[in-house]
């Protein structure tokens, strides 16, 4: 069931007086953000941070990011063929994918399914009639002519409102049919309304400029809403994710991604250079050795068979590391009391482990910790993804990541080398 927007502020719309009167360019749009500082405090903050450009580079509309700052791009045709509604619809969707870091930390691969599973959960907390013709919305079959008794069609009308991104994300790789279809799609728009062009083009740097400028801009707004107590239609519940967001806790995938850093290792390969050295090849000439330096690691990960660990939690688990997997090599294991060595399974980097399970008895980390010790060359790390209600274990001879699922804590005092990651559920929807 979606949940219920709370009102707030009185209804003001200079932006009536424009309907049906093209919107070509940021001084046409203006009444509309005018509108929203009035309706829609929270999201006319974050707009006013966004170089907002009209142009036909894109088919629609969509954010994107160049020169280290943050834009979006609205094609005139698109946009004029909006009702009002819908154009307060698109500005909250868009910044949306922003406060949601859709288009930095937390963008998924295969890139269109990760746009997908994106538009899925964010559309969850805006009001159907408010949403452009071809919102994706769980629990209805989208307005679009593929979509037609599809797998992809089919999948999503039978996805409930408000589960995270990853959630909707691993749910479509699970399926072989309605996956093929969205990696079908075009371009990095594919289905939706939307343009999410150029997510995938900045360096690591540029990313992490960007978020804390995006970060900024979001926490500006929490701020500027909390000290007026004008939210307009933003929820309790959403209020309460965006203000978790901006708290200055380490995030856990944060974590997760140095405890991976740290566990590398590095490789060195010889190489050949054509010189003029003592070397001569018979084919290519004079040449000289070399060598080529790099990093790579292998992570085991344990997955904790007790009721606690749910498919939930495995897939919010499986988005970070699917993120890592670029990287970083994964192998899974399932464990209770003891390895279940039968379910060892590689990680693949295109497509996402399914959450399962073959093993239903109590915990023993023991078993793990003697498991990777017994491994050491094989693996440079392991990560157990679990509950921690268990006795401490023994010492480690590799690096070692607890992962404990959402709402749990550690019962024991962890040895000094470890690592220890919380994960949370970002915000209850998105």
């Excluded at 050491?376 to 509950?387: A, E, K, P």
Aim: charged fraction near 25%; proline fraction near 5%.
């Amino acid at each position: 069931m979606a949940k219920k927007k709370d009102t707030a502020t009185p209804s003001f719309s200079p932006a009536a007086a424009a309907s049906n009167r093209d919107i070509r360019s940021k001084k046409e749009l203006s009444p509309h953000l005018l509108s929203m500082l009035f309706n829609e405090p929270f999201f006319a903050r974050i707009c006013r941070s966004i170089n907002i450009e009209f142009g036909s580079t894109i088919p629609t509309a969509g954010v994107m990011v160049k020169d280290g700052d943050v834009h979006m791009l609205c094609n005139p045709d698109f946009m004029s063929s909006l009702s009002d509604i819908q154009i307060k619809g698109l500005l909250k969707h868009e910044c949306f994918h922003l406060a949601y870091e859709h288009c930095t930390s937390r963008r998924l691969e295969p890139a269109q399914v990760g746009n997908i599973a994106a538009d899925l959960a964010i559309n969850s907390e805006i009001p159907f009639n408010e949403l452009p013709e071809g919102g994706l919305v769980p629990g209805k079959v989208p307005a679009h002519p593929e979509f037609a008794n599809s797998p992809l069609g089919k999948l999503i009308a039978s996805f409930p409102l408000c589960m995270p991104q990853e959630w909707y994300h691993s749910r479509i790789l699970q399926d072989d049919e309605a996956s093929a279809q969205a990696q079908a799609s075009a371009g990095e728009c594919g289905f939706g309304f939307d343009d999410h062009e150029g997510w995938g083009k900045m360096s690591d740097e540029e990313k992490e400029i960007v978020k804390a400028k995006i970060r900024d801009s979001v926490a500006a707004a929490v701020r500027e809403c909390d000290r007026t107590g004008q939210w307009g239609n933003v929820s309790s519940d959403m209020r309460a994710k965006l203000r978790e967001m901006i708290s200055k806790e380490v995030d856990w995938r944060s974590i997760l991604k140095q405890f991976c850093g740290m566990s590398k290792r590095g490789t060195r390969t010889t190489t050949w250079s054509n010189m003029n050295m003592v070397h001569v090849h018979p084919d290519f000439g004079p040449i000289a050795p070399g060598a080529k330096r790099g990093f790579t690691s292998s992570i085991a990960v344990y997955i904790d068979q007790s009721g606690s660990v749910g498919d939930r939690e495995l897939q919010l688990a499986f988005g970070e590391l699917k993120q890592l997997a670029r990287h970083t090599e994964f192998v899974t294991f399932h464990f209770d009391t003891s390895v279940d060595e039968k379910s060892e399974t590689k990680w693949n980097k295109r497509r996402g482990v399914a959450a399962s399970r073959t093993r239903c008895g109590g915990t023993d980390f023991d078993c793990v910790t003697e498991h990777a010790n017994k491994n050491r060359s094989r693996f440079d790390g392991y990560i157990i993804i679990t509950d921690s209600e268990a006795p401490k274990p023994k010492p480690s001879k590799l690096k070692r990541c607890w992962l404990l699922v959402p709402g749990c804590k550690m019962y024991f005092e962890k040895d000094a080398a470890d690592f220890v990651s919380k994960m949370k559920f970002p915000g209850a929807g998105a």
